[in-house]
């Protein structure tokens, strides 16, 4: 028997600005999952948010795609939006780009991680969940995790690990997807991967028998909304020891805080900061970009946990060191590289910005 664990995200409206999903969105989700689960449509799920995104993480037995599971999620949402809307949070159902539901969230707005896998005796799932950030902002930890053995020792020393893993990429401008093995495609797999607005991880399997690994949420919300409407805050699933990278090995890459796009209004760049849960807020120019972790072990379909991975004062140099960085980007004001240039930025209000000015300029002779 299979067990699927589904990590269905979105914004559906938050305090103050874009900064926290509101504790009421929160419970009305919960009060939804709830009923599902004693339904028996879900085994168990939990509800957590990274500041103003709100994640469902759910466990069943209906396999990857399903469409009640997808309407659960996207029922919960829509009730969710209604509360925020009497509240009137800010973005109220900010992600939500439609009104009804056709059979598949995807495309529909919010997020979606997920993975369907046979239970090992023993089976430990971290789920990352980002804020004011884009699907990108994982390429470069799921790299080091399952790649670069100066994160994964486990890549060296533990041999059910020699045969490497091959990750499938998504060009989310083009909607095409391509596999590439590693380690022997390594360089051209980089080629790819250094370009984090367009190139996307979607899945990581392990090469010696298929076995999923990782599963990411690829959607690009301001590309399928046509203008921008919001960063497209990812989340992702990855699991752990005994033939994948160890717990450790799968969060130490975070303790580099790199720089990814998604800080203020979708349209600077800034460092990812490792986060507990209750620093999941990010305010200062409405950010730094925020990650949380949750360790879980998965018994029979229910979530043992969360352990809240990086409330560990070990973090506590990256999350300083991300606090420098922001702090120096910051200095760059309105300038590239803080501000995102200008072909990321077609989706945002800078356009406008453009138009206004276009008349006025005039050839130099
Ligand atoms: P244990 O021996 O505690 O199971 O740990 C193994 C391991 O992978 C630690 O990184
Ligand atoms: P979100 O994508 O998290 O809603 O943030 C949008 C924004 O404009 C932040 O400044
Ligand atoms: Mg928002
Ligand atoms: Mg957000």
Not at 27 to 46: F, G, Q, R, S, V
Not at 258 to 264: A, C, K, S
Not at 323 to 330: G, H, L, P, T, W
Request: charged residues 25%; contains cysteine.
């Amino acid at each position: 028997m299979k067990t699927t664990i589904s990590v269905i995200k979105a914004d559906v409206g938050s305090i103050a600005g874009h900064g926290l999903a509101h504790p009421a969105l929160l419970a009305k989700c919960e009060e939804i999952l709830a009923k599902a689960k004693e339904e028996e449509l879900l085994i168990d799920y939990y509800v957590t948010n990274c500041g103003d995104d709100t994640e469902l993480i759910m466990t069943h037995r209906q396999g990857e795609e399903n469409e009640e599971v997808h309407k659960l999620a996207w029922n919960a949402f829509i009730e969710a939006t209604a509360v925020a809307k009497q509240l009137k949070l800010y973005g109220a159902g900010q992600d939500l780009l439609s009104d009804t539901f056709s059979g598949n969230i995807k495309g529909m707005g919010p997020g979606v991680a997920e993975m369907e896998f046979k239970e090992r005796p023993s089976d430990p799932v971290v789920v990352f969940c980002c804020d004011k950030t884009e699907p990108g902002a994982f390429n470069m930890p799921l790299f080091k995790m399952f790649a670069d053995p100066f994160t994964t020792a486990g890549l060296v020393i533990d041999p059910s690990l020699h045969g490497g893993f091959e990750f499938e990429i998504f060009d989310v401008m083009e909607h095409k997807k391509v596999t590439m093995t590693c380690p022997d495609e390594m360089y051209d797999l980089l080629a790819l991967l250094g370009t984090i607005s367009r190139y996307v991880i979607k899945r990581i399997r392990r090469r010696s028998d298929n076995e999923i690994a990782a599963s990411i949420s690829t959607e690009r919300l301001n590309l399928l909304a046509g203008k921008y409407v919001g960063k497209d805050d990812p989340v992702a699933i990855v699991r752990s020891q005994s033939g994948f990278p160890a717990a450790g090995e799968v969060v130490e890459p975070f303790a580099f805080p790199h720089l990814v796009g998604g800080w203020m209004r979708g349209s600077h760049n800034g460092p990812l900061m490792p986060v507990g849960q209750k620093n999941a807020y990010p305010v200062r120019f409405d950010g730094p970009p925020r990650v949380i972790a949750l360790g879980f072990q998965i018994a029979d379909g229910e979530l043992v946990g969360p352990a809240d991975m990086f409330d560990d004062p070990s973090y506590d140099r990256s999350r300083a060191l991300a606090s420098d960085i922001a702090e120096y980007m910051r200095r760059h004001g309105p300038f590239e590289p803080h501000r995102l240039p200008a072909d990321e930025m077609e989706y945002t209000t800078l356009p406008g910005v453009m138009e206004k000015l276009s008349e006025r300029f005039e050839d130099i002779k």
